[in-house]
């Protein structure tokens, strides 16, 4: 695995390197020898994030998690890394054996009030082929409400996204 260290407002110690190395050889088992770790320190104030994400063919593992002292920190990441791994394990094996996800909850569009917004970020995002239930899963191990991904049935851009009564959306492109 390879692993990089980055400190923003802040340079890591040789002594926390070492630490995570010895943490990441964990969930090194889990992956093979071509995954990439990435791990972010920021200090601020009084309070240490750190933030560990795992790409690996494709699969992304991502964990953010806050203390007062690093190495608490990285612990609890770690921690929800594997976690976040054996969850996703137990949904690709349940989805082999009964075919999980048979139906599609579809989200209505709302209508806001005509506003002004200011993009203050764009991101590019890799696009990889995938079937929505792989797409959900990843959405699930980032943490995030919404995934965009290439449907491999279709071949066309679509996103799945969490809805607040808890289900999952899919939104599909069409032509008007």
């Given at each position: 695995m390879?692993?990089t260290v980055?400190g923003?407002k802040?340079t890591?110690r040789d002594a926390?390197k070492?630490?995570?190395e010895?943490?990441?050889?964990k969930i ?8 990439d ?5 920021t200090?601020?104030k009084?309070?240490?994030?750190v933030?560990?994400t795992?790409?690996s063919n494709?699969l992304?593992f991502r ?5 007062v ?12 890394i ?7 394990k137990?949904?690709?094996e349940?989805?082999?054996?009964a ?6 909850a579809?989200g209505e569009?709302?209508?806001d009030e005509?506003?002004e ?8 995002v ?6 929505v239930?792989?797409a959900?899963?990843?959405?699930n191990m ?6 965009m991904?290439l449907?491999d049935?279709?071949g ?12 999952y959306?899919?939104l ?5």
């Amino acid at each position: 695995m390879n692993i990089t260290v980055i400190g923003r407002k802040c340079t890591p110690r040789d002594a926390f390197k070492e630490r995570a190395e010895r943490k990441l050889s964990k969930i090194d088992r889990f992956f093979d020898t071509e995954a990439d770790a990435k791990i972010t320190v920021t200090i601020e104030k009084t309070m240490a994030a750190v933030e560990v994400t795992v790409n690996s063919n494709g699969l992304i593992f991502r964990s953010q998690e806050r203390a007062v002292d690093m190495n608490d920190a990285l612990d609890a990441c770690i921690d929800s890394i594997i976690r976040k791994i054996r969850k996703n394990k137990t949904k690709v094996e349940k989805k082999l054996r009964a075919g999980a996800l048979d139906s599609y909850a579809f989200g209505e569009y709302l209508d806001d009030e005509e506003a002004e917004y200011e993009v203050v970020r764009t991101k590019e995002v890799p696009l990889k082929p995938q079937s929505v239930e792989e797409a959900i899963l990843q959405m699930n191990m980032l943490g995030h409400q919404f995934y965009m991904f290439l449907d491999d049935a279709s071949g066309e851009v679509n996103v799945v996204y969490r809805r607040a009564d808890g289900g999952y959306g899919l939104l599909v492109p069409t032509q008007n």
